[in-house]
T-cell receptor, first 115, second 114 residues
């Protein structure tokens, strides 16, 4: 039973380019969360999605960032026109439909470096 | 808004000794869940232990136990018989009963001294 799969593990982009981060949740999980971790910081919530729906995007920057979780395929976190401040580790997590006290299952993260 | 505070950025403990990591949180909800996650250098987030607020009994997982003080909104993690593999960042986390997202503290880096 594969865990949460994120790719790529490392991503380097030049300023102004686009970054696309992918996340496949655990089998049977229909909730996906994206978190950002700056160096020596905790995880900051960005967005929570279910299939084809954004449930809570209160942590997403208003510009350049978008997320989707299509009916088929992985969830995508997209950052347009990246800047140096976007450099961070981006974690995806998933949980089953009946979330109650279920913990989040995390992927190993994508480390984005903007040069 | 809910917040989670970890007041110890770093801690050290001698191997085989016991260490306690502190966590406090702020919420107006009466029903919620609390978690401790471990993040080793590999960056993977690993669930260590969880506690439901409606349960008075403190959760225990092998060498890991919590001291949950609901009135004080405190949720400390005790690690007994510390091992070198326990060295990691430890994050305290909160999840409300009506909210699906988990809120994390800034973490405590734990060093194990051989």
């Amino acid at each position: 039973n594969a865990g949460v799969m994120q790719n790529p593990r490392h991503l380097v982009r030049r300023r102004g380019q686009e970054a696309r981060l992918r996340c496949s949740p655990m089998k049977g999980h229909s909730h996906v969360y994206w978190y950002r971790q700056l160096p020596e910081e905790g995880l900051k919530f960005m967005v929570y999605l279910q299939k084809e729906n954004i449930i809570d995007e209160s942590g997403m920057p208003k510009e350049r960032f978008s997320a989707e979780f299509p009916k088929e395929g992985p969830s995508i976190l997209r950052i347009q026109q990246v800047v140096r401040g976007d450099s961070a580790a981006y974690f995806c997590a998933s949980s089953p439909l009946m979330a109650d006290n279920s913990p989040l299952h995390f992927g190993n993260g994508t480390r984005l470096t903007v040069t | 808004a809910q917040t989670v505070t970890q007041s110890q950025p770093e801690m050290s403990v001698q191997e085989a000794e016991t260490v306690t990591l502190s966590c406090t949180y702020d919420t107006s909800e009466s029903d919620y869940y609390l978690f401790w996650y471990k993040q080793p250098p590999s960056r993977q987030m690993i669930l260590v232990i969880r506690q439901e607020a409606y349960k008075q009994q403190n959760a225990t997982e092998n060498r890991f136990s919590v001291n949950f003080q609901k009135a004080a909104k405190s949720f400390s993690l005790k690690i007994s018989d510390s091992q070198l593999g326990d060295a990691a960042m430890y994050f305290c986390a909160y999840r409300g009963n009506r909210d699906d997202k988990i809120i994390f503290g800034k973490g405590t880096r734990l060093h194990i001294l051989p």
